[in-house]
């Protein structure tokens, strides 16, 4: 458990999915009141794997959501979870990058939802 100021920014990239998961998210739960958020395409494809897997983006209060990804397929159902779950959203930046070596490969045909 962390405490972080309200003021805050927070970069979020470069996480292995296998290890990291659970940290991930549980970083981001703990940063509902952070107003700038920052999240990489390695973030993003977490993401989108617990999206797959029938967890959604934990609930967030940022006002501002600055994405860096490639925009790959499977960058989507973690984008858009994090949409999902930003109600508080007022400015939206998507840093279009060249894609960097792929760091692991989702394969959406053999993911599945977890009930």
């Given at each position: 458990?962390?405490?972080?100021?309200?003021?805050c920014e927070v970069e979020l990239?470069?996480?292995?999915y296998e290890e990291y998961q659970g940290m991930l998210r549980e970083?981001?739960?703990?940063?509902?009141?952070?107003?700038?958020l920052m999240i990489g395409q390695w973030c993003i494809q977490v993401l989108?794997?617990?999206?797959m897997r029938g967890l959604p983006s934990p609930m967030s209060n940022?006002?501002?959501?600055?994405?860096?990804?490639?925009?790959?397929s499977w960058d989507f159902p973690g984008i858009a979870s994090l949409l999902?779950?930003?109600?508080?959203?007022?400015?939206?930046?998507i840093d279009i990058t060249p894609p960097?070596?792929?760091k692991f490969v989702f394969d959406v045909k053999s993911s599945r939802k977890i009930d």
């Open positions: 458990m962390f405490q972080l100021s309200s003021d990239d470069g996480f292995n970083i981001l739960e703990n940063l509902p009141h952070v107003k700038k989108s794997i617990c999206e940022c006002h501002h959501l600055i994405l860096d990804t490639c925009l790959n999902r779950c930003s109600s508080d959203l007022e400015t939206l930046v960097r070596s792929t």
